[in-house]
């Protein structure tokens, strides 16, 4: 390995809280006289860990070597360059610079608002039950969720294969996170275990703030079926009700799942009567607008006096945490969405990718079939993960190939977005002999 991976997990190691007492202490020490930075900021590391492996990737590239770069989450065309949307560029261009140029309001334009709504909710009929405010995409909305959904010292629940920085967003905001088994010994969803971890939530804590990042979980690919979605939403109504509860879905790689995987939304819909359905929507893969930074977090709850109040506490946020959002791409995002011509378009360009996409997904299942690889159910998404029991072996193994992934604990993450089709078989000939002789193991 070029160098070494420090990412062992999508659950990296807490840094330790620190004690008022301690921090007191601290701060008579002649220690904290030369450092003004407070303690638990003081040891942060310096780089994003998938950005280390991806620049050890280009560096290696830079050399002359030909390599594959499975390791960053932005989809790219065939040739390795970004995949854009022409109608996206175009409306960008089109935006009035003066409506630009000025501050957007604190919790969105209100077109846009309405627009991510009636994109997220509206196929289930719940638009008039629900509100958006606009967020620094999907990371700003799942932001938003964790500090007005939990108190400090909780810990939203999640499956134990996430995307990190969940931890860096409630670690920084001095919440925690607790996990569950995401995968049982059929490599399916573990219902039982989401079970019995909102029932062990409840009886530590008082609320609770499920994050599931389906359709297409970042790092596995997983979409939960049809009768999944039909068991999780009976799991949820089972949970205690004297805790109140939120459930966040994570929709940053939604647009780009399997046909069929959009009716979540169909399933969860009655639940919004009693307990706030949040998404996290970004434009960030919907729209190939990674830089723009377009999201939103939109509540869905059939108590309107409660809404009201969940509004205002999220827009409140939004004014402490960045005041107020890109202008310029909600604007075009708006129209986008609301234009029927240009939403024509705009899902013609997705679509474009969708298929790049589907034949990359397509190739790798039948090679993964093929050279025995253990992985979960995988039809579409940006990511899947392959099991190993020594994950910064098989990813030292695959980077003396020239091919760059992720390790995460008891896996390796694989971007077939970042894939080219034609690349896609010697990455899982890679693969196979990384986990040569290795346990492929569940987690
Ligand atoms: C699982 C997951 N959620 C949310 C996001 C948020 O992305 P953004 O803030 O760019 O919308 C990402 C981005 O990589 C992601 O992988």
């Known amino acids: 390995m070029g160098r070494p991976a420090r990412f062992l997990g999508p659950s990296p190691e807490p840094i330790a809280p620190v004690s008022y007492t301690d921090r007191l202490a601290m701060t008579q020490s002649q220690d904290i006289l030369m450092h003004a930075l407070i303690p638990s900021a003081r040891n942060r590391p310096s780089e994003d860990p998938i950005f280390a492996i991806h620049g050890a990737a280009l560096a290696r590239a830079a050399k002359g070597e030909d390599v594959i770069d499975a390791s960053l989450g932005t989809l790219m065309d065939e040739d390795g360059g970004l995949s854009v949307m022409p109608t996206v560029i175009r409306a960008l261009a089109q935006v009035n ?15 846009f608002n309405q627009a991510v709504v009636q994109e997220v909710f509206g196929p289930a009929g719940l638009a008039q039950d629900s509100l958006c405010v606009a967020t620094a995409g999907g990371t700003g909305a799942l932001h938003h969720a964790v500090v007005n959904f939990l108190e400090r010292g909780e810990s939203l629940l999640t499956t134990d294969y996430y995307w990190g920085p969940y931890s860096t967003i409630a670690d920084q905001a001095g919440r925690g996170v607790q996990t569950f088994r995401m995968f049982n010994a059929e490599r399916r969803f573990d219902l039982a275990a989401l079970e019995q ?9 008082e609320r609770i703030l499920l994050i599931l990042n389906f359709p297409c979980h970042n790092p596995t690919g997983y979409s939960l079926g049809g009768a999944e979605w ?7 109504r089972g949970v205690d009700r004297s805790k109140p509860m939120a459930v966040v879905l994570d929709l940053a790689y939604a647009k780009f799942g399997a046909p069929g995987t959009d009716a979540w939304v169909h399933h969860i819909a009655d639940l919004a ?30 108590d309107a ?5 969940i509004g205002n506490a999220l827009s409140y946020t939004c004014r402490g945490t960045w005041s107020n959002c890109n202008h310029l791409g909600m604007l075009a995002i708006t129209e986008l969405l609301s234009h029927p011509e240009l939403r024509a378009s705009v899902d013609r360009d997705r679509d474009a990718l969708l298929s790049m996409l589907g034949e990359r997904v397509e190739i790798f299942n039948r090679e993964a079939v ?29 980077q003396a190939d020239g091919v760059f992934v992720v390790p995460i604990r008891g896996a390796v993450r694989v971007a077939l977005c970042a894939t ?20 492929g193991a569940i987690q």
């Open 305 to 309: 006096e409660e809404r009201t109040r």
């Open 370 to 398: 093929q050279h025995g690889l253990h992985y979960p159910r995988y039809e579409g998404g940006f990511f899947v993960t392959i099991f190993t029991s020594d994950p910064i072996q098989t990813a030292q193994r695959c």
């Open 97 to 111: 610079p003066a409506k630009a140029a000025a501050y957007a309001p604190i919790a969105g334009e209100r077109g």
């Open 230 to 236: 039909r068991d999780v939403v009976q799991i949820l």
């Open 273 to 302: 009567q009693d307990i706030p359905i949040l998404a996290a929507w970004s434009a960030s893969k919907s729209f190939a607008q990674y830089g723009a930074r377009i999201g939103g977090l939109v509540v869905a709850h059939g």
């Open 420 to 439: 080219p089709k034609a690349q896609v078989a010697r990455l899982v000939a890679s693969l196979a002999s990384g986990v040569q002789g290795l346990q």
């Open 197 to 205: 971890g909102l029932h062990e939530l409840a009886g530590r804590q």
